[in-house]
Protein backbone atom coordinates (compact mmCIF):
# COMPACT_ATOMS: atom_id res chain seq x y z
CA UNK A 1 0.00 0.00 0.00
CA UNK A 2 0.99 3.26 -0.65
CA UNK A 3 -0.20 6.30 1.17
CA UNK A 4 0.19 9.80 -0.17
CA UNK A 5 -0.32 13.38 1.93
CA UNK A 6 -0.49 16.27 0.20
CA UNK A 7 0.62 19.71 1.10
CA UNK A 8 1.53 23.09 0.35
CA UNK A 9 -1.51 24.62 -1.18
CA UNK A 10 -3.17 28.09 0.33
CA UNK A 11 -4.97 31.07 -0.84
CA UNK A 12 -2.54 32.94 -3.84
CA UNK A 13 -3.43 36.33 -6.07
CA UNK A 14 -3.27 36.16 -9.42
CA UNK A 15 -0.10 35.76 -10.87
CA UNK A 16 1.34 34.32 -7.87
CA UNK A 17 3.35 30.97 -7.42
CA UNK A 18 2.65 28.32 -4.80
CA UNK A 19 4.59 24.52 -4.84
CA UNK A 20 2.40 21.36 -4.21
CA UNK A 21 4.51 18.68 -2.26
CA UNK A 22 3.23 14.82 -2.23
CA UNK A 23 5.06 12.95 0.75
CA UNK A 24 4.54 8.93 0.20
CA UNK A 25 4.92 6.30 2.98
CA UNK A 26 3.90 2.57 2.86
CA UNK A 27 6.31 1.84 0.02
CA UNK A 28 8.73 3.57 -2.46
CA UNK A 29 7.69 5.11 -5.23
CA UNK A 30 9.87 4.68 -7.54
CA UNK A 31 8.32 2.14 -9.56
CA UNK A 32 5.58 4.16 -10.36
CA UNK A 33 4.91 7.52 -12.49
CA UNK A 34 3.10 9.76 -10.41
CA UNK A 35 -0.24 12.12 -11.25
CA UNK A 36 -1.67 15.39 -10.19
CA UNK A 37 -5.21 16.25 -10.95
CA UNK A 38 -7.55 18.77 -9.51
CA UNK A 39 -11.08 19.12 -9.03
CA UNK A 40 -13.05 22.43 -8.39
CA UNK A 41 -16.46 22.92 -7.05
CA UNK A 42 -18.79 21.12 -9.06
CA UNK A 43 -16.68 20.43 -11.54
CA UNK A 44 -14.94 16.76 -12.68
CA UNK A 45 -12.00 15.61 -11.44
CA UNK A 46 -9.48 16.47 -14.18
CA UNK A 47 -5.83 15.48 -15.13
CA UNK A 48 -2.97 18.26 -14.57
CA UNK A 49 0.04 16.53 -15.53
CA UNK A 50 1.71 13.27 -14.75
CA UNK A 51 6.04 12.16 -14.77
CA UNK A 52 7.65 8.83 -15.19
CA UNK A 53 8.75 6.78 -12.24
CA UNK A 54 12.28 8.00 -13.31
CA UNK A 55 11.37 11.94 -13.51
CA UNK A 56 12.99 11.73 -17.90
CA UNK A 57 9.36 12.01 -19.07
CA UNK A 58 6.52 14.99 -18.23
CA UNK A 59 3.20 15.73 -19.79
CA UNK A 60 0.81 18.48 -19.08
CA UNK A 61 -2.74 19.12 -19.50
CA UNK A 62 -3.14 22.44 -22.19
CA UNK A 63 -4.27 24.38 -19.57
CA UNK A 64 -1.13 24.54 -17.52
CA UNK A 65 1.19 23.73 -19.48
CA UNK A 66 4.14 26.55 -19.43
CA UNK A 67 3.15 27.29 -16.15
CA UNK A 68 3.40 24.63 -14.48
CA UNK A 69 6.53 22.11 -13.43
CA UNK A 70 6.20 18.15 -12.31
CA UNK A 71 9.15 16.79 -10.55
CA UNK A 72 10.13 14.27 -8.28
CA UNK A 73 12.95 13.28 -5.92
CA UNK A 74 12.93 9.26 -5.15
CA UNK A 75 14.93 9.39 -2.51
CA UNK A 76 12.79 11.32 -0.30
CA UNK A 77 10.21 9.72 -1.88
CA UNK A 78 8.27 13.02 -2.68
CA UNK A 79 6.53 14.31 -5.98
CA UNK A 80 6.07 18.09 -6.58
CA UNK A 81 3.89 20.43 -8.02
CA UNK A 82 5.66 23.65 -8.93
CA UNK A 83 2.45 26.56 -9.91
CA UNK A 84 3.44 29.86 -11.36
CA UNK A 85 1.49 32.65 -13.35
CA UNK A 86 -1.34 31.08 -11.41
CA UNK A 87 -4.87 31.63 -12.46
CA UNK A 88 -8.25 31.95 -10.63
CA UNK A 89 -9.43 29.50 -12.63
CA UNK A 90 -6.55 26.86 -11.21
CA UNK A 91 -8.37 27.18 -8.00
CA UNK A 92 -9.63 23.69 -7.01
CA UNK A 93 -8.92 20.67 -4.67
CA UNK A 94 -5.27 19.40 -5.99
CA UNK A 95 -4.72 15.72 -5.26
CA UNK A 96 -1.73 13.49 -6.29
CA UNK A 97 -1.48 9.86 -7.68
CA UNK A 98 0.29 6.89 -8.08
CA UNK A 99 -0.17 5.52 -11.92
CA UNK A 100 -1.68 1.58 -11.89
CA UNK A 101 1.68 -0.44 -13.06
CA UNK A 102 -0.74 -1.72 -15.97
CA UNK A 103 -1.46 1.12 -17.49
CA UNK A 104 0.93 2.70 -20.31
CA UNK A 105 2.46 6.59 -19.92
CA UNK A 106 0.87 8.92 -20.28
CA UNK A 107 -1.98 8.39 -17.87
CA UNK A 108 -4.68 11.05 -18.11
CA UNK A 109 -7.64 9.38 -16.63
CA UNK A 110 -8.41 8.71 -12.69
CA UNK A 111 -9.25 5.21 -13.46
CA UNK A 112 -5.65 4.45 -14.57
CA UNK A 113 -4.21 5.32 -10.72
CA UNK A 114 -4.16 3.03 -7.97
CA UNK A 115 -3.31 5.27 -4.99
CA UNK A 116 -4.83 9.18 -4.01
CA UNK A 117 -3.70 11.69 -1.59
CA UNK A 118 -6.41 13.50 0.42
CA UNK A 119 -6.14 16.54 -1.39
CA UNK A 120 -5.07 20.11 -0.42
CA UNK A 121 -6.74 23.19 -1.35
CA UNK A 122 -5.53 25.87 -3.90
CA UNK A 123 -7.66 29.29 -4.02
CA UNK A 124 -6.40 31.89 -6.82
CA UNK A 125 -7.84 35.19 -5.90
CA UNK A 126 -8.30 37.79 -8.85
Known amino acids: QVQLVESGGGLVQAGGSLRLSCAAS????????MGWFRQAPGKEREFVTT????????YYADSVKGRFTISRDNAKNTVYLQMNSLKPEDTAVYYC???????????????????WGQGTQVTVSS
Open 97 to 115: AAQRTSTPFPAKTSREYGY
Open 26 to 33: GRTISGYA
Open 51 to 58: ITWSGSST
